[in-house]
C-alpha cells in the first residue's frame, strides 16, 4: 500500500506528527511519501494516482489552517476522495477539554471540508505543543499568556508537548487496518 503524507507546518509540531505517522507506517509495511507542502510550487504536477490513501495534516494559528494545505486540498480534491482519506488537524484546544475550544475547531474542520472539496474518512483532532523555542519575542509572550489562562505551568526556555503519541498509532493502526 502506498501512502501519501502531506503536512504543512509553523513551528514544527505537525512535521513531527507527520514523521511518526511516516514511521509507524512503514514499520506496519507500507510504502510512504512524505511531502512538506511549502516546499511544493503551485504549478507542481504532483499526481494523486501514485497513491493507494493520502494523510493530510495542518496546525491551527490563529484559527486558520495553514493556505498551502488548503490550496493543496482543493487543488487535489477529486483525487484524494477517491482514495482513503484522513486529516490530522493539529491545535492546542485539541489538548484540552474547552467545550467552546472543541465545538471551534470542529466547526473549522468541517469549513476546511466544505472550502476545499475534499471529505476525508476521517478527521483526527490531534493535540500539539508549545513550542517556545520557536517562538519570537512577541509570540512567546502571547504564547506565555496563553498558557497561563488555561492554568498550564510552562516553562518559557522549552517547549511542552500534548501530542498522545500511543492515541495517535491507534488511530492510524485503525485507519490502516
Ligand atoms: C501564534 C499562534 C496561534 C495559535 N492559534 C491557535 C488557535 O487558534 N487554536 C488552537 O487550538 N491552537 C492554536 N495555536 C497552537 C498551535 O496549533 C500548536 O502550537 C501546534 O502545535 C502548532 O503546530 P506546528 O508546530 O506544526 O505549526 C497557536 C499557536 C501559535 C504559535
Not at 117 to 144: C, I, N
Request: charged fraction near 25%.
Amino acid at each position: 500500500m502506498k501512502i501519501l503524507i502531506a503536512y504543512a507546518t509553523t513551528e514544527g509540531q505537525t512535521r513531527k506528527i507527520a514523521r511518526f505517522c511516516a514511521d509507524h507506517l512503514i514499520a506496519k509495511g507500507a510504502s510512504v511519501e512524505l511531502l512538506p507542502l511549502a516546499d511544493l510550487e503551485d504549478d507542481d504536477p504532483f499526481d494523486i494516482s501514485r497513491f493507494d490513501a493520502a494523510i493530510l495534516a495542518g496546525s491551527l494559528h490563529g484559527g486558520v489552517l495553514q493556505s498551502h494545505l488548503s490550496r493543496f486540498a482543493a487543488h487535489h480534491a477529486a483525487d484524494l476522495s477517491k482514495r482513503a482519506g484522513l486529516f490530522l488537524m493539529v491545535s492546542l484546544a485539541a489538548a484540552g477539554n474547552d467545550p467552546e475550544e472543541r465545538a471551534d475547531i470542529a466547526r473549522i474542520a468541517s469549513e476546511f471540508a466544505q472550502n476545499t472539496g475534499w471529505t476525508p474518512s476521517e478527521v483526527v483532532h490531534v493535540a500539539g505543543a508549545f513550542r517556545f523555542t520557536q517562538y519570537d519575542f512577541f509570540k512567546g509572550l502571547a504564547m506565555r499568556w496563553i498558557a497561563h489562562s488555561k492554568g498550564e505551568v510552562v516553562d518559557p526556555q522549552r517547549d511542552k508537548e500534548y501530542t498522545d503519541w500511543d492515541a495517535l498509532a491507534g488511530v492510524l493502526d485503525r485507519w490502516h487496518g
